[in-house]
């Protein structure tokens, strides 16, 4: 379905753009421009730098392919390139990107007339060939437009054989991803090679944040070129984009995934999830429970993903099998790699089981739908409870999501996906090490979102995080802390016995086995020390009781040797005396000496006593 917008002639325009481009424009089916096109083509074919902000899907690479074309056509018209010389650079974040802006350069060059010098393109990505392999096609192929990504391009321009000087424009696409963080050093290495008299245009659906940033792209005096959507509620979105959340219990938003793709009706559906880990683990999961639900619903639905760790060519390839014509309704499971810039007109649903980490990454994402007019629907889960704050938060960004009601769950269906999604848990333990790297990750990216204060790792449900995920025990890790009654060892469900969950690679197996015996052995050393160590414990303080009875024994018999002494050497005096014995007497006087003595050694100065010796 498509929405009457305004639209500009292509002879409407004060300057006269290049015939037979113009001509490939209407064979194309581009019948007149786009307002972002008409404003921008006039001032970058003619000597000024752009700045372009203009919403997702608004036709902004046409707005700068026509512009290079025409530098390169009058390029070639002045003098011939030389050895190693090329025209024009388009930079974009992602392969994927890359790929496709060249695919656009060549749908209009092959429109080109017989007589015209031909104009030739390369592509320049990493992991589609090495770097000599590209280097040996430029000076085979001699193109004058150049479209790679950031990392590729610094490596080719470090050959010597590469001569930048003849550069007379740079475009960056997603131009505010290329100048944040994680790429600004990489375009400012590819800025310092080109010649400062060149001009430059930067374009995204979201640049204004990037402020006086764009200066390090090397502009000089640039024009700001800004086309917002006609609607008033929602400007920073195209108007034929729907834009609308479901508030849901964390732990069903894949039930409720599920429930979508079966029943709504749409061609393609982008599924935005935070992960490659994600992205792995249920599209695994999802084929799995297509495959085996066997319904007329799930027999219309195929599956495909895509994420930044698979390969470059398996990706390109996703990629262009799933914007293929299809009698059935197609499904891409993808993260933020898909989010900006790519064109698929028959994508009609987006949905996103959580917010990007930043808010201007959902407008890119949405914006996959909704595109040159179409009507598309982009629906946002939100989770129930603070994250609800979150459409506050973009509706002061000019961002207005309708809300939609969150579907009832279908009791069979629940049935089966919480079925299926336990068999096939437990036919290879690796999916279970697999559910807990997921877990590990969602927390990871959940603490990353630029909106902090509404995403607060402290509010998450970690519970519900869990069973979504399908685990049993929370894996070790700081956030722990925020689990109230935190269960022990962090089992909160013991359904599964570990001891006999096995991996089916049978090496894996093997070697969980093995390490299952040395653990069960190095529990039974370790209860057996450390009954030995309780044994001793107990028998130490046994012998200790023993010792101190034999001691006082010793103590006693001593003691009575030494009353003997005593009295016998009393006795011996009072013989000598004359001295009538009696027991009480002697009783008293032995006292009176053992205290006498004790005296006595309290002050060793004083004179030698009469026990001295014993
Ligand atoms: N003049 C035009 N008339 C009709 N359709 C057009 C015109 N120009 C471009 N389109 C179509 O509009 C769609 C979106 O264009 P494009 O990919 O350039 O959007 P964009 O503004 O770069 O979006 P994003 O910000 O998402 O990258 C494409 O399918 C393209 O073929």
């Not at 700001?224 to 069903?252: G, R």
């Not at 084929?287 to 994420?307: A, D, F």
């Not at 933020?336 to 790519?342: H, K, L, P, S």
């Not at 930043?358 to 982009?378: M, Q, W």
């Amino acid at each position: 379905m498509k929405k009457e917008v305004a639209s500009v002639s292509w002879d409407d325009l004060s300057y006269q753009i290049e015939p037979w481009v113009k001509n490939a424009m209407i064979t194309l089916g581009f019948t007149s421009m786009t307002p972002v096109q008409a404003s921008t083509i006039p001032l970058l074919s003619q000597h000024k730098d752009v700045v372009v902000e203009a919403v997702t899907g608004s036709g902004k690479t046409l707005a700068y392919v026509i512009p290079v074309l025409e530098k390169v056509i009058k390029l070639l018209k002045e003098a011939e390139l030389k050895k190693g010389q090329f025209g024009a650079l388009v930079v974009a974040p992602t392969r994927e990107l890359a790929n496709q802006i060249n695919t656009v350069f060549n749908s209009v060059i092959e429109l080109q007339p017989e007589e015209e010098k031909r104009i030739g393109t390369q592509l320049l990505v990493g992991s589609m060939q090495n770097v000599r392999e590209d280097l040996e096609l430029f000076h085979k192929t001699k193109p004058q437009i150049l479209i790679g990504t950031p990392g590729r391009i610094i490596d080719f321009f470090s050959s010597n054989s590469i001569k930048t000087n003849k550069c007379e424009i740079m475009i960056l696409d997603e131009a505010d991803k290329l100048l944040d963080d994680g790429f600004i050093n990489d375009t400012q290495s590819i800025v310092r090679y080109l010649p400062s008299q060149r001009r430059t245009g930067l374009f995204s659906a979201t640049i204004s944040a990037v402020g006086s940033k764009i200066f390090k792209a090397g502009m000089t005096n640039p024009v700001k070129i800004t086309v917002k959507s006609a609607s008033l509620a929602a400007n920073s979105a195209p108007e034929s984009l729907n834009l609308s959340y479901m508030v849901v219990d964390p732990e069903l938003k894949l039930k409720i995934l599920y429930q979508l793709l079966l029943k709504f009706r749409y061609k393609k559906v982008i599924v935005y999830f935070p992960t490659n880990f994600a992205v792995t683990h249920f599209f695994n999961f999802f084929m799995e429970l297509v495959k085996k639900s066997n319904t007329p619903e799930s027999e219309t639905v195929n599956i495909y993903s895509l994420h930044g760790k698979l390969e470059a060519k398996p990706r390109m390839k996703t990629l262009n099998t799933f914007a293929e014509e299809s009698p059935f309704k197609s499904v891409l499971f993808t993260t933020d790699v898909a989010a900006r810039g790519i064109d698929i007109p028959d994508v009609d649903l987006v949905i996103q089981l959580d917010p990007p980490t930043e808010p201007d990454v959902f407008l890119h994402r949405c914006g996959r739908t909704g595109r040159a007019n179409k009507i598309g629907s982009a629906i946002t889960m939100i989770s129930e409870g603070r994250e609800e704050e979150y459409i506050n938060f973009l509706n002061v960004k000019n961002i207005d999501l309708k809300l939609q009601e969150t579907p009832k769950l279908n009791e069979e269906l629940v049935k089966n996906f919480d079925e299926k999604m336990r068999s096939w848990l437990l036919e290879d333990r690796a999916r279970y090490d697999h559910a807990v790297r997921c877990y590990v990750g969602y927390t990871r990216y959940y603490s990353k979102h630029v909106a902090s204060s509404i995403f607060r790792l402290a509010e998450l449900n970690y519970l519900k995080l869990a069973k979504l995920h399908g685990l049993t025990r929370y894996p070790k890790m700081p956030e722990n802390k925020y689990i109230k009654d935190f269960p022990t060892d962090g089992w909160f469900d013991d359904s599964i016995d570990f001891d006999t969950y096995k991996y089916k690679d049978e090496v894996k197996e093997a070697a969980r086995l093995e390490e299952l015996k040395t653990e069960k052995r190095r529990k039974e050393r370790k209860q057996k020390a450390l009954l030995k160590k309780e044994l001793k414990e107990k028998n130490s303080a046994w012998s200790k009781k023993v010792d101190t009875k034999e001691n006082k024994l010793e103590r006693r018999e001593k003691m009575s040797k030494r009353r003997d002494a005593v009295e016998a050497e009393l006795q011996k005096q009072k013989e000598a005396d004359g001295v009538d014995d009696s027991d009480s007497d002697v009783e008293v006087d032995w006292k009176d000496l053992v205290r006498a003595n004790k005296k006595q050694k309290k002050q060793p100065a004083q004179t030698q006593g009469f026990f001295d010796d014993l």
